[in-house]
């Protein structure tokens, strides 16, 4: 038995129809916004502004995918020229960790260079509500925001202070995903689950039990929701799910398949589900000499009709289970199918070892060597 702390992270407020209702859980004054341009274009951002129409709302939707520090540094320009005294991130992956970072600084007069790493952000940000619009990235429920610096390089900024004040989960947002988005976030679920169940650092029995239950829901969800995507309650399963999986690696953080999916993002612009679903077979199949029972003992939650196998049988099933689980969403199995080729080879195994954060997770240990043999099978 080892000692460990836990946080539980935002208080949570979920329901149908929950994302039009957040003017209560802000305090008075103008508010900024953070959403991305194509969720505003389609409407999805309509009902949470509507509910926010007596509050002066300034908007910032200049987020892209893999989302660059410029974004952060625009939002928080405006919301310090409307005088914003808090902030609602709207959107998947990119517009939370845009929002999560830009309340910290507004809040707390930081400058963004001096908070990469883990608890550097020592400060008091604004508050902040995370309103998620896809199952899979967890970012309402963590502690991380992860920023494009420069031409290609992500970095991680990891404190408490980055946790939401609230996270509102409407599944309501989630139906009109397409299949493949459905299908990569709710893998990208899958692997934050996994991988704080299998971390080599920060494992503790809280994190284990909110990533099977996570690991349960969102298996057993997928398909349905690729396949039946106005059935509300798979997605709000897949979305508690999501959220589970959160709060489960904001303290038992991810690792290996992480630090490989990465550089895909970077350089290559592949999305982030997609890009951890590409490394995942790899990735475990190279920590299985450790994490072999960890694997068994996650078979059963993806696959009950293993329960019956031995701890190596299992162990096998699970990594086949995910594979399969992945190509039936509709993901690529291949880095080729994503435009990666042999000779991007070196340039992915030299990225993926600056991932020094996540790579001290994994259960056996990645070298370059390592990275690039796994890159190569994954082609």
């Known amino acids: ?163 939401a004040t609230h996270a509102v989960l409407d599944a309501s947002l989630t139906t009109g995903l397409p299949r493949h988005v459905t299908g990569a976030t709710g893998v990208d679920a899958m692997v934050h689950a996994i991988e704080a169940y299998t971390t080599r650092r920060l494992k503790n029995p809280i994190s284990d039990a909110l990533a099977k239950e996570a690991l349960r829901l969102l298996s057993a969800s997928l398909i349905t929701a690729c396949e039946e995507p106005d059935n509300l309650e798979v997605r709000d399963a897949m979305l508690r799910g999501s959220y589970l999986a959160g709060v489960a690696f904001s303290n038992a953080p991810c690792a290996g398949v992480h630090a490989l999916a990465y550089p895909l993002g970077g350089h290559f612009h592949v999305p982030h589900g997609l890009s951890n679903a590409l490394m995942l077979p790899q990735v475990l199949a190279h920590t299985m000499p450790a994490a072999r029972e960890l694997y068994a003992e996650l078979a059963e939650v993806v696959d009950p009709t293993l329960a019956s196998l031995g701890t190596q049988a299992k162990a096998q099933g699970f990594v086949e289970a995910m594979r399969d689980l992945a190509i039936a969403a509709g993901l690529s199995p291949r880095l080729a199918d994503v435009g990666i080729s042999q000779g991007d080879l070196d340039l992915l195994a030299d990225e993926a070892m600056l991932q020094t954060r996540l790579l001290q997770n994994n259960m056996i240990d990645i070298t370059r060597d390592d990275a690039r043999r796994m890159y190569e099978a994954a082609l």
């Open 1 to 163: 038995m080892s000692d460990f702390t836990f946080h539980y992270g935002p208080q949570v407020t979920s329901g149908i129809g929950a994302s039009g209702d957040l003017a209560p859980l802000l305090p008075d004054g103008p508010v900024l916004f953070v959403t991305d341009a194509n969720l505003r274009a389609i409407g999805l951002t309509d009902a949470a502004l509507a509910g926010l129409a007596e509050r002066d709302v300034v908007i910032f939707d200049d987020v892209q995918e893999d989302p660059h520090e410029a974004s952060v540094l625009g939002a928080l320009e405006l919301a310090r020229e409307a005088g914003t005294q808090s902030v609602v991130g709207f959107g998947g992956g990119s517009p939370m960790d845009v929002a999560k970072a830009a309340a910290y600084l507004l809040g707390s007069g930081d400058d963004i260079a001096d908070i990469y790493g883990v608890g550097m952000a020592e400060g008091q940000g604004a508050p902040l509500v995370l309103v998620p619009t896809t199952a899979g990235t967890g970012s309402e429920a963590t502690n991380i925001a992860i920023l494009t610096v420069g031409e290609t390089q992500k970095k991680g900024i990891v404190s408490n202070a980055l946790y």
